[in-house]
């Protein structure tokens, strides 16, 4: 059973830093992409950023230039740096990873984490 379990979430002044983890935990899978989400009240979650087998990346644009992606393939897990955060970024936090488990590409979601930026 693949579960994916997030860390490093809370509260922080605008300007601050935050490092978001997420690690896959199971067996027999391979991880194709793995990505972070965000959803603030009100709002649809929307796609924060993404790192695809390959290294290739994608990003916001409200995020560009202060979030970073990175994979550590050895351990299933993706981090999410993120930089100058400003109240705007409040929001749960969601990781996200597409899976090739039993021939098949499968989403798998973790349970959020949230993230509180004070003016």
């Known amino acids: 059973q693949v579960q994916l379990v997030e860390s490093g979430g809370g509260v922080v002044q605008a300007g601050g830093s935050l490092r978001l983890s997420c690690v896959a935990s199971g067996s027999d899978f391979i991880i194709n992409a793995m990505g972070w989400y965000r959803q603030a009240p009100g709002k649809q979650r929307e796609l924060v950023a993404v790192?695809?087998?390959?290294?290739?990346?994608n990003y916001a644009d409200s995020v560009k230039g202060r979030f970073t992606i990175s994979r550590d393939n050895t351990r299933n897990t993706v981090y999410l740096q993120m930089n100058s955060l400003k109240p705007e970024d409040s929001a749960v936090y969601y990781c996200?990873?597409?899976?090739?488990?039993?021939?098949?590409?499968?989403?798998?979601w973790g349970q959020g984490t949230q993230v509180t930026v004070s003016s």
């Open positions: 790192t695809i087998s390959g290294g290739s990346t």
């Open positions: 996200n990873a597409e899976l090739f488990i039993a021939h098949a590409y499968r989403d798998y």
